[in-house]
């Protein structure tokens, strides 16, 4: 089965169930700086469980929606501990840039990224390149002429992706991005120092996502203003707030056990039986896991 990131495996995994087992309950797919995540989407959607990473995410689901939110821990944190992933720090600096995909684009080219990073200092230098796979394609060849190393972990619906973002980041002293991203929260827990300099960007949903505004950027959001407080400049070191900050949206300190979230996704599947509701998530499940192997 495919999802966003090989995080349905990754939970599928750690429960102790097969990758086939159908995955109903809606779910943090990042870091996000919205009260809720992917609004449209998550009220809409056929269960009414929504597993989240931490606690503010947490409390907005509880407060501003009819879904019963329960936190998990980010699956990439499972993920990590359960393969013992530790920085080795052969590298200096790693820059994910700010990224379009096929429904949103923005305003920042690789020209622009480039002077970003030609006016930081030369401790943090020489500085490689990870872009999204959607900007990957049409830039890579760009970037490269322009002397920079350039990765990407692959496709979102990729089971390793996880494996293959970790092969890149650990690599590193330090990470920069010119948006706040997930990567923020990988960075950290590993002890990576990030830094969020230049230009932010901003975004245009050119195909109606109906989860996003016809423009718009991550300092619209309160949440988003004041994590950009708190990581924009250069850091060469992790302050206590941030460290607090990732603790808080990975829900480190509160990742669930196996055998709870085995119960949880068990009894969603078994429930999905019982209700006209129910058999239309399951069976939409099933044709999404078919589309996915397909198509993505």
């Known amino acids: 089965m495919k999802s966003g990131y090989g995080y349905e495996k990754i939970l599928l995994d750690y429960a102790d169930l097969p990758s086939s087992f159908p995955f109903l309950p809606c779910y943090d797919h990042g870091l996000s700086f919205e009260d809720i995540p992917s609004r449209n989407s998550t009220l809409s959607h056929l269960s009414n469980t929504y597993l989240c990473w931490g606690k503010r995410i947490f409390e907005n689901i509880k407060k501003?929606?009819?879904?019963?939110?329960?936190?998990?821990?980010?699956?990439?944190?499972?993920?990590?501990?359960?393969?013992?992933?530790?920085?080795?720090?052969?590298?200096?600096?790693?820059?994910?840039?700010?990224?379009?995909?096929?429904?949103?684009?923005?305003?920042?080219?690789?020209?622009?990224?480039?002077?970003?990073?030609?006016?930081?200092?030369?401790?943090?230098?020489?500085?490689?390149?990870?872009?999204?796979?959607?900007?990957?394609?049409?830039?890579?060849?760009?970037y490269e002429k322009m002397g920079y190393n350039v990765f990407t972990a692959g496709k979102v619906f990729n089971n390793n992706f996880v494996k293959n973002f970790y092969d890149i980041i650990t690599n590193y002293e330090f990470t920069m991005s010119n948006k706040?991203?997930?990567?923020?929260?990988?960075?950290?827990?590993?002890?990576?120092?990030?830094?969020?300099?230049?230009?932010?960007?901003?975004?245009?949903?050119?195909?109606?996502?109906k989860n996003k505004?016809?423009?718009?950027?991550?300092?619209?959001?309160?949440?988003?203003?004041?994590?950009?407080?708190?990581?924009?400049?250069?850091?060469?070191?992790?302050?206590?707030?941030?460290?607090?900050?990732?603790?808080?949206?990975?829900?480190?300190?509160?990742?669930?056990n196996k055998e709870q979230l085995c119960k949880i996704l068990k009894n969603e599947f078994l429930d999905s039986f019982h209700s006209k509701r129910g058999i239309k998530s399951l069976s939409k499940n099933?044709?999404?896991?078919?589309?996915?192997?397909?198509?993505?």
């Not at 700010?98 to 480039?114: A, F, L, R």
């Not at 002077?115 to 999204?132: F, G, Q, T």
């Not at 706040?180 to 300099?197: A, H, K, Q």
């Not at 060469?236 to 669930?256: H, M, P, R």
């Open 64 to 142: 501003k929606t009819n879904k019963k939110p329960v936190i998990i821990g980010a699956p990439f944190l499972i993920y990590k501990n359960k393969n013992n992933i530790i920085k080795r720090t052969q590298k200096k600096t790693l820059f994910f840039t700010s990224h379009s995909t096929d429904k949103i684009s923005q305003n920042i080219g690789p020209k622009e990224i480039d002077e970003m990073i030609s006016k930081i200092d030369n401790c943090y230098k020489p500085v490689d390149l990870c872009l999204h796979w959607n900007d990957y394609l049409k830039e890579k060849d760009i």
């Open 286 to 296: 099933i044709a999404k896991s078919f589309y996915l192997q397909i198509f993505k």
């Open 180 to 209: 706040l991203g997930t990567y923020i929260l990988f960075s950290l827990d590993l002890e990576i120092p990030f830094s969020l300099i230049g230009q932010e960007p901003i975004y245009y949903n050119h195909s109606g996502d």
């Open 213 to 256: 505004p016809k423009s718009y950027k991550i300092t619209d959001y309160e949440s988003g203003r004041r994590a950009t407080k708190l990581f924009y400049g250069l850091n060469n070191k992790i302050s206590e707030d941030q460290k607090k900050f990732s603790i808080l949206e990975t829900g480190k300190d509160n990742i669930i």
